[in-house]
């Protein structure tokens, strides 16, 4: 990640021209947070460089309009500016990976389906996640990050605390069923 930190505030053309101070605050907020930026884009994009982007877009943005300077709760603004970055980067990445995955099938290629249950578990695990409805994995993964709590979530989402903690009960009971479909049917 510091290759990460590094490429943010090399190629920020901005600020070499913002005052010393402004420019050590900044340097230390993507310093402290570009780590957990990083996770948060690419549980959305699942996708290293896309992620990586999405990051740098975030705080190309922030420091563009200063709200970096107006953070009340630093890490829920951090995780929700991100956040919506990544989720603006996926339709087009979407299509892409259809287009892919008709091409793999195409040519014989194994499904994302079997490749997902000869994997390792946390792969396994990726996969069942990633077939949950986008209601119910983006919370999921939110909260599975161990930084994000439901209050936190909800600011990221624009959703109320309450609907945070109904969604990510529903997405643990749908993992739960299909897991167990899954391994009744592997028997």
Known sequence: MAALTSSVLESAPLLQHAAAGDHAEF???????SNFAFRVANAVLHSREDA????????????RTGAWKRMEDEKAFLARSVWREAVDRLPKRKEESLAREHEDLASGAASPEFSALQSSDRAFLRGLIDTLHEDLRQPLVLS???ELNSRQ???VMGI???TVRTRLQRARTELKQKFELLKGNSR
């Open 144 to 146: 599975a990050l161990r």
């Open 27 to 33: 340097t230390a907020l993507v310093e402290r947070s």
């Open 52 to 63: 990586e982007d999405a990051v740098q877009e975030t705080f190309f943005k922030l420091y």
């Open 160 to 162: 109320p605390e309450g």
């Open 153 to 155: 979530i909800g600011l």
